[in-house]
């Protein structure tokens, strides 16, 4: 509060190679987010989408026509008025989910994370999952234990200063790159999986799912 008296409702400044707004003000965020949403964008995030390779999915594209061309293609497919639509589906996840939290209460989390990706991967791919030690699910979470580690930006130092993305992996002080060599190995054996899953329901040896569709 104390520098938007000194400077204003906008406030710009750097830490390292990272920029940072803040807005002090109802009126000039609704500006900026609302009425010019060419303004509402992602942060880069060197770690995450340029070493793990997170750069295909729509959550973290920089605002522009193939973040627009995903945003309408998801639009069309859950928006409010079809999303009804999938409610057998979660319907028969919700009772497998209490099922299962009844017979192993203690594995809460695990049962939680397992309801949603279940329910994921039916609507979007037409994936049946295992309900223990589905393949599907166990990459799924290994990919995105490495999204929740490598997401907060500022984590990693490639994060402050991206130019180290080039430092090979020997070096001293790189073993971001190690971790990101393994996360980046999950995260494209969890998309050629799906991926082949698309091709089996193309040819019309798989399910029916939304890809079909698109």
Known sequence: MEWAKTYGDIIHFKVFNQSFVVLNSLKRTT?????????SSRPRMPMLVELLNWDIVMSFMPYGSAWRARRRLFHAHFHMGVVGQYKPVQARGSRKFLQRLLDTPDNFMHH????FSAAIM????????????DPYITIAEEAFEGMAATGVVGTFLVDWIPMLKYVPA???GAGFQKKAEYWRSVTRKL???LGRQCRKTFAGEGLPCRWQRL
């Not at 500006?31 to 303004?39: E, L």
């Not at 939680?112 to 309801?115: A, L």
């Not at 039916?122 to 030690?133: H, L, M």
């Open 31 to 39: 500006d900026i987010f609302d009425k010019r949403p060419r303004y």
């Open 112 to 115: 939680v994370r397992h309801c």
């Open 122 to 133: 039916d609507i979007a791919y037409g994936i049946k999952v295992e309900d223990t030690n």
């Open 170 to 172: 020997w070096m001293p």
């Open 191 to 193: 998309a050629d999986n």
